[in-house]
């Protein structure tokens, strides 16, 4: 079965302390993985896909990096406006359904 | 741009009322789809179409009824409203691009439904 974890559930870190999510999936036939960010209140917003093992994105202070297996959001010196949920999803080859994670809270410290 | 659009943003029923959600794209996206966000639940896929005229079920469909009368529109109506379709609900979009569906969903803000 199609499965998406991701941990840790929450994080909290000190504004400049860097750190990683991670988003480990089992599917078959990986057709992309996508990394959203959403705010309280608000929909998911699209930050990354990644498309195939060892390609890497990056944004600003966020990096993603895929792997067979799991995919790790890097995030570099973060300030109190990264505050948010990151959520992780999968799209399977031959469907048409996107697989989301529950998440990970960060709350960045100022 | 507009991206996707929901309406209403907030709704209260009591059980057994009916309701439709309304969501509209200006994209052009063959792909539209309903989730429901529930806490420590993650979204998860009620509906979903692939064109006009075109609906599936997701994980959920249970209690929601969708139709796709335009590429713009994807309404999801609940028949008779229970307490555990209390939720938020996300309208999503996305375009096909020639068979690869890859591409990232977008999302609305979404309708925060309370059912009482």
């Known amino acids: 079965e199609d499965q998406v974890t991701q941990s840790p559930e929450a994080l909290r870190l000190q504004e400049g302390e860097s750190s990683s999510l991670n988003c480990s999936y089992t599917?078959?036939?990986?057709?992309?993985l996508f990394w959203y960010r959403q705010d309280p209140g608000k929909g998911p917003e699209f930050l990354f896909t990644?498309?195939?093992a060892g390609e890497e994105k990056e944004k600003e202070r966020l990096k993603a990096t895929l792997t067979k297996k799991e995919s790790f959001l890097h995030i570099t010196a973060p300030k109190p406006e990264d505050s948010a949920t990151y959520l992780c999803?999968?799209?399977?080859?031959?469907?048409?359904?996107?697989?989301f994670g529950t998440g990970t809270r960060l709350k960045v410290l100022a | 741009n507009a991206g996707v659009t929901q309406t209403p943003k907030f709704q209260v029923l009591k059980t057994g009322q009916s309701m439709t959600l309304q969501c509209a794209q200006d994209?052009?996206?063959?792909?539209m789809s309903w989730y429901r966000q529930d806490p420590g639940m993650g979204l998860r896929l009620i509906h979903y179409?692939?064109?006009?005229?075109?609906?599936d079920q997701g994980e959920v469909p249970n209690g929601y009824n969708v139709s796709r009368s335009t590429t713009e529109d994807f309404p999801l109506r609940l028949l008779s409203a229970a307490p555990s379709q209390t939720s938020v609900y996300f309208c999503?979009?996305?375009?096909?691009?020639?068979?690869?569906?890859?591409?990232?969903?977008?999302f609305g803000n979404g309708t925060r439904l309370t059912v009482t």
């Open positions: 999503a979009s996305t375009e096909l691009g020639g068979g690869s569906y890859n591409s990232p969903l977008h």
């Open positions: 599917v078959s036939g990986l057709r992309g």
């Open positions: 990644l498309y195939s």
């Open positions: 999803a999968v799209n399977r080859a031959g469907t048409y359904k996107y697989i």
């Open positions: 994209m052009n996206h063959e792909y």
């Open positions: 179409s692939v064109g006009a005229g075109i609906t």
